[in-house]
């Protein structure tokens, strides 16, 4: 059962107990973390599911972004007001997984690339949001952020437009989901992040050093690296948590376990 990572908007208490025996790659306490903080406002949770797969529960909204991983990857969750995919790739779309859950009073948020690969059942709970689009669900704001590639030998991997990371607003409270993407200007310009949830893989998004410039750009709260399994490197997190740090040390970096499954 994986442990649930609770947030809030503004903390004013937090407590950390450690009970896994794996060994974090960004720090030496153990990964699986569970975090409760006090404040007046509403309660965000995040699950870490694996890779780019994640569970929020914000209030009474049951948010999954890129589910995939099949049924008992969600066993433990409730079933999703939200549904959000980013791109048309295996790890983040998986249409098993979809049929394989209770989605039947789900709002599923998709860029028009993703929604030409869904069953036609499922085409009444659609809404497609292309790049820059803004629609409002259940209280919480979700804007559409490009996602794509810069490096010449990466463009055929993510084309510009047809994917969408995420920015969901409710409240004082931004929430941001980068998707595949490498540090492109539309993700430099973002304003008011309280956490970005950044990938670095290579060779399929960006180096540890582009994310943490990205991150030093626009400055977040708080920042989780995350989709860090490349091919065949994994990402080093301790280093992109020490470029940040040293560039701003206000910025938190917070390591949730995204490979449940493996050592890394």
Known sequence: MKKLVTLSLLGLLAIACKENKKKD???????EVTETIATTKEV???TPIEHASAVLQWGETTIYIDPVGGAAAYSDQKNPTILLITDIHGDHLSVETLDSLDLSTTKIIVPQ???DKLPEKYAAQLHILANGATQEFDGITIEAIPMYNLREEALQFHTKGRGNGYVLSKGDE??????????IP???ALKNIDKAFICMNLPYTMTEESAASAVLAFKPKQVYP?????KPEVSDVVKFRKLVNEGDPTIEVIQLDWYPKMDY
């Open 25 to 31: 790659p960004v720090s030496e306490t153990p990964p």
């Open 44 to 46: 965000v949770n995040v």
């Open 113 to 115: 690339a993703v929604a």
């Open 174 to 183: 931004r929430i941001y989901f980068s998707g595949d993407t490498e540090d």
């Open 186 to 188: 539309e993700m430099r």
């Open 226 to 230: 995350y989709h860090y399994r490349g």
